[in-house]
């Protein structure tokens, strides 16, 4: 695992190559974006009417938000995924748990593919966690998909995360999950993520 001037965060998955992760700009990805939040596939991601102009909207608020980022994943050096962070004491889960310092909230959608690769989902939040808990301060991944997401809910099991229990969000009903760092590093063998 390491950093390069281009990306935020590497990681080398041994059976699918390079993983990185770079800040996502909301004027010059918000086509590609476009194209993956408005797919059928990304349903949960609850933007399928979005038109180009909301989605560069949408990227363009949060990249001016203090407690919210987003970023571009890519694999072998391609646009693969997204990755948002964001402080859930601040936003998303306000007044819906008791957070503690060191939580960082987490979403993530893989692009579609015409060529699906086995595993590739699962080294995408994988590669996400390990970027995540490369912060030092990073205690505690939260997550909120929502309660039918039942392939999210699969995903995140195998890489640590335990549900608590369902949470009612102004946009969904949600299954309010939490993973350690020693849960991540338990449940995938990743260890030593920092940069």
């Not at 059976?15 to 797919?39: N, Q, Y």
């Not at 990755?83 to 959608?109: C, I, K, N, Q, W």
Request: with cysteine; charged share 20%.
């Amino acid at each position: 695992m390491s950093t390069t001037a281009e990306s935020l965060y590497t990681r080398d998955d041994a059976v699918l190559g390079s993983f990185s992760i770079r800040p996502l700009d909301p004027f010059a990805d918000a086509e590609l974006l476009h194209g993956w939040v408005t797919h059928p596939k990304a349903s949960f991601w609850m933007m399928q009417d979005a038109s180009l102009p909301d989605v560069e909207r949408e990227y363009m608020r949060i990249a001016a938000h203090e407690h919210h980022q987003a970023f571009i994943g890519l694999h072998e050096g391609r646009p693969a995924f997204l990755m948002e962070t964001y402080d859930p004491s601040e936003l998303e889960l306000v007044g819906l748990y008791d957070a503690l310092p060191g939580d960082v909230g987490m979403h993530f959608l893989v692009a579609p593919s015409d060529r699906p690769l086995h595993g590739f989902t699962r080294a995408v939040i994988t590669t996400v966690m390990a970027a995540v808990f490369a912060d030092p301060k990073t205690e505690r991944v939260v997550v909120e998909p929502d309660v039918d997401n039942k392939a999210v809910h699969a995903l995140n099991e195998a890489v640590g995360f335990v549900a608590e229990r369902p949470v009612q969000k102004p946009e969904k009903m949600a299954l309010l999950s939490f993973c350690t760092r020693a849960q991540f590093e338990a449940a995938t063998g990743v260890t030593g993520a920092s940069i």
